[in-house]
């Protein structure tokens, strides 16, 4: 089964330059993987990273490719690269509608992309950011954004307005729910499941992943437990035409028929 980009619950970071890692990023059960040519590929590598990255979608592969941020020495070369092969393009350092759209522009009609924003600016411009036109779903840069503004990483009252800020914001454009960013521990599934857990509670539906191990307990962090669709059935059984009513002791309107809707989608 192909997953679209605004439904994938796991997003797997592989860097460009290690294609021997490509096809074991694809079988790992993510739903997508992200071929990296910005932050895991140093400079001495990026052309041979690029090169790999287009055998890979040459050979009919599909992946999202993170091309290096607007302004870097490397950005044109990157997009050159993406054409109409890739799923969607990631884009870090998204702070502007201007970066969205000149990006935009240089892509073939229907690529999607995916405005990385982990930057103070980008958080503050989150409702321009996410209203371009070519956006599919933001993604958070949590440990980025928290070394510009001096917290740690790990803590998720530090970025709880900026998460929040993220996801309001896609809401409010009509764009799929946020990427929620990565975990850093790769050996404590304790932190991991406590990660996925908060960012659910805020209104994530997805996760960036950078070990094939985070990918099992994301996939089932962002699967609508049995208990979930359940009561979505129920609700869409008795909703009838749309007009309020109540079952079981609960008041039925639009926003819980919606919020059943979207259970269902995401199942």
Wanted: glycine letters at 6%.
């Amino acid at each position: 089964m192909t997953v679209s980009v605004v439904n994938a619950r796991t997003f797997l970071f592989v860097p460009g330059h290690r294609p021997d890692r490509f096809a074991k990023a694809a079988a790992s059960g993510a739903d997508l993987v992200v071929l990296d040519l910005e932050d895991a590929v140093a400079p001495d590598h990026k052309e041979t990273a690029r090169e790999n990255v287009r055998a890979w979608l040459a050979a009919g592969h599909r992946a999202v490719v993170r091309v290096n941020a607007v302004g870097t020495p490397w950005h044109d070369d990157d997009l050159a690269v993406v054409a109409s092969r890739t799923a969607a393009l990631m884009l870090p350092k998204a702070e502007s509608p201007a970066q969205i759209e000149a990006v935009a522009r240089s892509l073939p009609t229907g690529s999607g992309i995916i405005p990385l924003v982990e930057t103070a600016r980008g958080v503050v411009q989150a409702l321009a950011v996410c209203g371009g036109p070519a956006v599919v779903r933001p993604a958070f840069g949590s440990v980025d954004l928290a070394a510009q503004i001096g917290v740690d990483h790990r803590s998720a009252e530090a970025l709880r307005h900026a998460r929040s800020a993220l996801v309001l914001a896609a809401a409010a454009t009509g764009r799929g729910a946020p990427i929620d960013g990565v975990t850093t521990a790769l050996d404590d599934e304790d932190v991991l499941r406590a990660d996925l857990d908060h960012a659910v509670t805020l209104g994530f539906t997805a996760k960036l992943c950078i070990h094939p191990r985070q990918v099992r307990p994301a996939n089932q962090v962002f699967t609508p437990s049995d208990q979930e669709i359940d009561w979505a059935r129920q609700v869409l059984e008795v909703a009838g035409d749309g007009s309020v009513t109540v079952a079981r002791g609960q008041m039925i309107d639009r926003p819980v028929v919606l919020r059943a809707r979207a259970i269902l989608a995401r199942a």
